[in-house]
């Protein structure tokens, strides 16, 4: 089971968005060099009250790459607020014995506290450091609370629970004052702030909410943004988004591609090897001559379904759907699905796993049987109606076609090395609208481009019908020619 700290399960609370982001997806944050950065200081904090105020201090340097004025008057405030604390402890808690950052380690729970302060008696009282004057904020924290849970599991005998809270000062230099005037006066504010102890009562049921909290976690499915409203990121993105103020900043990961509002784009995938050993569903390509047994080979894979792109089902016994046009006539009006359509539709209704199938066979060879057949024939002119490029580095190009540009790789292959005169025709992006009569035909065109169904029929019917236009291929998309110029000139060029 995941150990959940107090922070974690307040995070998910105020924001299963972003708790998403940190704990699951694991994005990195990149580091917080602010020099009043709550939880350096903090830390520094923590460590000169139990080893001394030089410690404190050069924590708190040592957790920077660079220092400037702002980091040296922080610096500056610890020297003075360490001293002030300690001095606070052993006046306080004289002939206490003092345990500084007790680990809580549970199979659920995992928490450092603060201070566990044992009276000779072996009372304890456990102490919370908070650096901040917002007293009200914490008063209904459950922190305190789970550590006494946990604690007394350990064999504590808890009986008072406080927060110290370390009093900050927020003053700014003025645009004509001086540093060292700026500095005294810093020091002096500081000098008049005293750490306050604040007492609260052990209340049961923060602890149960907290463990029926985690329970929650960790069966959701479901991380919604900023539902209590408090989340500082989803606030500060909001902010920039409306084109407001705010002293508050989203988090900026290294994991991720954010806009100028914080929000993120895309999530970048880790630098782990995949372990291919985890591979369980394996992928298949069989090339063969026509009739040398491909389909028959498919056919004894476990539980297949056949896509069938040329109607060869004869010699086998699995389940298969056509892959072709298919037409349907309704009295007056006639409706054309494409064979790509029932492939697109097939794919989405097999993603939605109710069925048993375990081997999908795509039978791509429909066009290397048609070129025998047509040589077998005697068939003088072969056109072919290929995909806009069809070339090896063209296969990742658009990844859910692969497939298809696979097979068109291959079919092309095999008719410029069947002996058969050809024309291959390679069409740009084709849309259903109606045709322009206008193109401009290429060898190879440098960008992409797109053409009507109907421009690319008459294109193909004009090369049927004339010889002029015929042998070799040629890339096609709407253009400013009408189809029979562009014919023509594209073959004055290429005799």
């Known amino acids: 089971m995941t150990q959940y700290s107090y922070s974690r399960v307040s995070l998910f609370e105020d924001c299963p968005y972003h708790f998403k982001l940190r704990y699951i997806d694991k994005l990195r944050e990149v580091p917080d060099y602010t020099a009043n950065n709550p939880l350096i200081i903090g830390h520094a904090l923590h460590k000169g009250i139990e080893s001394g105020v030089g410690a404190g201090v050069k924590d708190y340097y040592d957790s920077f790459p660079v220092i400037d004025d702002r980091q040296v008057e922080e610096a500056m405030k610890l020297e003075i607020l360490i001293p002030k604390v300690t001095d606070f402890l052993s006046n306080a808690f004289t002939g206490f014995r003092f345990i500084h950052e007790y680990k809580i380690d549970k199979p659920e729970y995992v928490g450092y506290v603060d201070l566990i302060a044992i009276a000779p008696d072996n009372t304890c009282m456990v102490i919370d450091f908070k650096y901040s004057n917002n007293v009200k904020n914490y008063m209904d924290s459950g922190q305190l609370h789970i550590y006494q849970h946990y604690l007394e599991q350990d064999g504590f005998n808890v009986q008072k629970l406080a927060y110290l ?32 102890l604040v007492p609260i009562t052990y209340d049961e049921m923060q602890v149960i909410y907290f463990l029926n909290k985690i329970k929650e976690i960790e069966s959701t499915t479901e991380y919604p943004k900023n539902v209590s409203g408090h989340c500082f990121s989803c606030t500060a993105i909001e902010a920039k988004k409306k084109g407001r103020w705010t002293v508050l900043t989203p988090p900026d990961y290294l994991d991720a591609i954010q806009n100028v509002n914080g929000e993120i784009e895309m999530i970048l995938p880790t630098s782990e090897r995949r372990d291919i050993a985890k591979v369980t569903k394996r992928v298949f390509w069989l090339y063969g001559a026509p009739f040398s ?10 539980n297949p379904l056949m ?36 492939f697109k539709d097939t794919i989405s209704e097999l993603e939605k796993k109710d069925n048993d199938f375990k081997t999908i066979i795509v039978d791509l060879d429909g066009a290397v049987k048609a070129i025998e057949a047509s040589k077998k024939a005697g068939v003088k002119h072969f056109v072919m109606v290929s995909t806009y490029d069809s070339n090896r580095e063209a296969f990742d190009s658009v990844p859910e076609l692969k497939p298809y540009t696979i097979a068109k790789h291959y079919a092309d292959e095999h008719l410029r ?25 290429a060898e190879h065109f440098d960008g992409g481009g797109s053409v009507p169904r109907e421009d690319v029929a008459s294109v193909i019917v004009d090369v049927l019908e004339n010889e002029k236009f015929q042998g070799g291929e040629f890339q096609v998309i709407s253009g400013s020619e009408p189809i029979s110029d562009a014919l023509e000139n594209y073959y004055k060029n290429h005799q």
């Open 165 to 196: 809270f370390v009093p900050k000062t927020n003053l700014k230099i003025a645009k004509s004052e001086e540093l060292y005037h700026y500095r005294k006066r810093l020091v002096n504010e500081v000098k008049k702030k005293n750490p306050k």
């Open 293 to 302: 047994g491909k389909t028959y080979f498919a056919n004894k894979f476990p």
């Open 417 to 441: 090395n069947s002996g058969l005169f050809h024309t291959i025709v390679h069409p740009g992006l084709l849309e259903n609208g109606p045709g322009t009569g206008n193109v401009d035909i």
């Open 307 to 342: 896509l069938n792109t040329d109607g060869n089902i004869r010699f086998v016994d699995a389940p298969y759907i056509s892959i072709s046009d298919k037409t349907e006539v309704n009295g007056r009006i006639t409706n054309k699905t494409l064979a790509w359509d029932i």
